[in-house]
């Protein structure tokens, strides 16, 4: 769920096989989305708690439920509201 992404229960893994900002840098969205599923959860939702790369899954579903990129929607949605540049 994604309250599990947020709080790091979602049983995701956070070991990929490159340095993290490489594998995300370097690969489409749906490559990365095929990586997450073909990888192995590391406990069952909700057993445990690992740091993870749940943050990024919870910016795509923004993007993907806003219609707008992950950096434009927190630019409109939250920065320009709070008179942030």
Known sequence: ???????HT?????DWAE?????FINNTDSALFAALKAAPL???PGEGFCYSSGAFVLGLII???SG????DFMKH??????GMV
């Open 10 to 14: 979602s049983g995701l893994r956070d």
């Open 77 to 82: 949605r939250i920065f320009d509201k709070l």
């Open 68 to 71: 707008e990129t992950y950096p």
């Open 19 to 23: 340095d993290d900002n490489f594998f």
């Open 42 to 44: 590391k406990f069952q």
């Open 63 to 65: 993007s993907k439920v």
């Open 1 to 7: 769920t994604i309250r599990r992404l947020m709080n």
